[in-house]
């Protein structure tokens, strides 16, 4: 790609001025008459060769004229570089796309290796929350990410099935369930509240009439614990599908015991050295590594701090080959990073394995006032009620558009808009506009695909055309730069603003009712050029699009 070409050559010039290995910049500039590009290297180079910024940039400039696709080179302000590509070079691009089509945007960081993704990780203990939601689609979507990145990528949920939690939850089941059949008996006061609990003892009823009535003792208990855990764990399932994400595997922490984990841990923490008793329990020296104190390993009573199973499941991922993990989790879990990667460093692990991504809370507001939608959930806006309301693309694409450590407030308002105020919408209807002009080329001159391929670009000199160009030459640097960041809140970005070039380019010159029939003009040579801007844009959209776990429409109805 020129972009490269560029770049490989004013490192070489900058090497012949006698300055090597040195840091610039070569960017598209915000302002196009600033050229198609623009590079800060002389200015960079100014104090290591103790020489003029305009002076360098005009040697770096002399050995760069005549470089094949470029039609000039200014020197600008204080030493900038700014170039000027030829149209051929410029509409080169749209080739490119083209022939890439739906493996436009990949790249091969990853090389295959491996790593894992562990999002959501909710306990079975009620429906999945928006915070719940917020972290499925940015989990989903950087593994997504990293996957168009070439890496091997394994999604993980983490649930807790056998905790005090879980034992709050059975009280609470059997407290329903024995009120369902007629006894005075009340929910515990730290037990679950909503309504769903009273579903859950119902549907046990149901399979087992009278079976427990009376029954408080710990089989009883022990069975409805798991019926509450099924029972909640096939409908998180059901609305992470709904949401469309899915998980290569589910852990749940009772592994960790049942396969020796936890103990094998204690003993080889012990056996670093690291380890003391005082007050009757056993600490580990966590502030060895980083962490503001030492940290409780096992309590007095003899059993294990919330900490040390979260030490032995990494060690797991460790051990199954994932030497490469991203935790996506809520902001609450900030006090727990340290103590699990000083855990796992007394271990002989690296420094800052795992890596997190933390996200801060989410909040729905309908003209500017918060609102829940029912009380299934006992005090919280469920993500299936949500999915429910406004459809799985509106809400991916929201939990995305923001950075991850940005409080979210979910604008319904916004959400439900139809128009392209929205801003998903606004990516979809410019997709589907696109595909309407294809659909009118061939209805009206018969063109097929094969126009679009055979197109000379180089007709497609229009301002407006080159930006639309340019722009989607970007969006394999725009995947990376996400991959890499974890944010695919970048990619909205890019998607919001490449729509918004496209529907300028769809309107510019077209007053008529119907701008698609005036960009086919009859000229078949400027109409196939066209056509080779409108495909590579909407492979462009549609691949941003699929990253982002978001349908690419084909036909939408426009709404008000």
């Known amino acids: 790609m020129f972009v490269e070409r560029i770049s490989d050559a004013l490192r070489k010039a900058a090497a012949e001025l006698g300055a090597t290995g040195a840091g610039f910049r070569l960017e598209r500039p915000k302002d196009t008459s600033h050229g198609d590009l623009a590079s800060n290297i002389a200015l960079v180079l100014a104090s290591r060769l103790r020489r003029a910024p305009r002076d360098i940039a005009q040697d770096l400039k002399e050995r760069l004229d005549g470089l094949e696709g470029i039609d000039r080179i200014d020197i600008a302000g204080p030493g900038f570089l700014n170039f000027f590509l030829e149209a051929a070079t410029v509409g080169g691009s749209l080739h490119r796309i083209l022939a890439a089509a739906g493996a436009y945007g990949r790249n091969d960081d990853g090389s295959g290796r491996r790593i894992m993704v562990e999002f959501v990780s909710a306990n079975p203990t009620g429906p999945l929350h928006l915070g719940h939601g917020r972290q499925a689609a940015l989990g989903d979507t950087i593994a997504s990410l990293l996957e168009w990145s070439g890496w091997q990528v394994h999604r993980e949920f983490y649930f807790n099935d056998a905790g005090a939690q879980i034992m709050r939850l ?309 995947l990376r730069r996400a991959a890499r960041a974890r944010a695919p809140h970048l990619v909205c970005d890019y998607l919001e603003k490449t729509a918004g070039l496209v529907n300028s380019w769809y309107q510019s010159g077209h007053p008529t009712r119907d701008p698609a029939r005036r960009t086919l003009v009859n000229d078949g040579e400027l109409r196939a050029a066209r056509l080779a801007l409108a495909g590579a844009a909407r492979i462009v959209l549609g691949n941003g699009l699929a990253v982002l776990g978001i349908t690419a429409p084909e036909r939408m109805e426009r709404g008000a």
């Open 170 to 478: 059975a009280e609470s089941v059997r407290a329903r369930y024995q009120q369902s059949l007629g006894h005075d008996i009340p929910v515990p006061e730290n037990g679950y509240q909503g309504d769903y609990v009273a579903e859950i003892a119902d549907l046990l009823r149901q399979k087992v009439g009278r079976r427990y009535e009376g029954d408080q003792g710990d089989a009883a208990l022990r069975s409805m614990r798991d019926f509450a855990v099924a029972e909640l764990r096939d409908e998180q399932k059901k609305d992470l599908a709904a949401f469309r994400v899915h998980f290569d595997e589910y852990y749940p922490e009772t592994r960790l015991y049942d396969d020796g984990r936890v103990a094998a841990t204690i003993r080889a923490l012990d056996e670093t050295g690291l380890t003391y008793r005082s007050d009757g329990a056993a600490w580990l020296r966590t502030s060895s590594f980083g962490d503001q104190k030492d940290r409780v390993m096992v309590k007095s009573d003899g059993s294990p701090t919330y900490f040390l199973p979260d030490v032995a499941y990494h060690m797991s991922k460790w051990e199954r080959g994932f030497h490469e993990v991203v935790n996506v989790q809520g902001a609450d879990h900030h006090s727990t990073v340290d103590r699990v990667r000083a855990g796992l460093q007394a271990l002989g692990r690296r420094p800052g394995y795992p890596e997190y991504v933390l996200h801060q809370m989410v909040t729905v507001e309908r003209g500017g006032v918060e609102v829940r939608f029912s009380k299934r959930a006992g005090s919280y806006t469920t993500l299936a009620e949500l999915v429910a309301e406004v459809g799985a693309d509106v809400a991916r694409y929201f939990f995305l558009m923001r950075r991850p450590e940005a409080h979210l407030t979910f604008d319904l308002d916004l959400a439900l808009d139809q128009s392209d105020r929205n801003p998903v919408y606004k990516v979809q209807y410019a997709h589907a506009r696109l595909c309407r002009l294809f659909e009118l080329a061939g209805d009206q001159y018969g063109d097929g695909p094969d126009v679009a391929e055979a197109a000379d670009t180089s007709l497609l000199d229009a301002p407006i055309e080159r930006d639309v160009i340019n722009q989607l030459a970007e969006f394999p640097d725009f």
